[in-house]
């Protein structure tokens, strides 16, 4: 028996998906990362193997390690599992513990964007729609009415915020978003917060 058969036959793929940060439902489904993004779960576990039915990426503990950490060859892959869940398998060599934090440092930034880019979505897409009701709402009704604060607030943000929220947002590149993430988190973070208060007269988005 080789050492990739040993492997194979020790673990259990579902257990060292999970162990290596995928997050799987109660039917061993997790969302794939092999191909982004993947809005439904559609990489599936069964019978000590992997197969994404979007994307067609399939393998076994090995060559998911593999891609998960980052790693060159499936020795390397082999190398860690033996040394993570002490298989006691005779090989030469160590993995690459510095290439693998390298990895999971980047990994963990682009679920980190993943998980941020639905939240500002929903944030942004409520802004537009209470921006719209503003707009309705405090229109005056004739030229010599004073503007109120809130009709004033949605003529100044609704066009340019509801540009970005379908042109980008929705039907942006993956660029596109990740530049929206840098350039305005801190905006959506403060929308959130006073879309959480009833009170205001504009607030965040002034």
Not at 18 to 33: I, Q, T, V
Not at 46 to 75: E, T, W
Not at 117 to 136: I, S
Not at 173 to 200: T, W
Request: hydrophobic share 35%.
């Amino acid at each position: 028996m080789t050492v990739f058969e040993a492997v194979r036959e020790r673990l259990d793929t579902a257990d060292v998906a999970r162990r290596y940060g995928l997050e799987l439902d109660r039917h061993n489904k997790a969302r794939c990362c092999f191909h982004f993004p993947d809005k439904h779960p559609s990489l599936s576990f069964k019978g000590n193997r992997y197969k994404c039915f979007s994307c067609g990426a399939g393998g076994d503990a090995i060559s998911l390690v593999q891609h998960l950490m980052g790693l060159k060859r499936p020795i390397d892959a082999v190398k860690l599992l033996n040394a993570d869940y002490g298989l006691g398998l005779d090989l030469d060599g160590k993995p690459d513990r510095a290439a693998q934090r390298k990895h999971e440092r980047e990994r963990k930034a682009l679920k980190d964007f993943e998980a941020w880019q639905w939240e500002a979505c929903r944030v942004w897409g409520q802004a537009c729609r209470l921006l719209e009701l503003w707009k309705q709402n405090y229109a005056p009704d004739t030229p010599e009415e004073e503007f109120h604060p809130k009709y004033v607030c949605a003529l100044k943000n609704l066009n340019w915020m509801d540009y970005l929220f379908h042109a980008v947002l929705i039907e942006g590149n993956f660029e596109e978003k990740l530049q929206f993430y840098k350039e305005h988190r801190e905006e959506v973070k403060a929308i959130a917060a006073y879309l959480s208060d009833a009170g205001g007269e504009g607030g965040a988005f002034e």
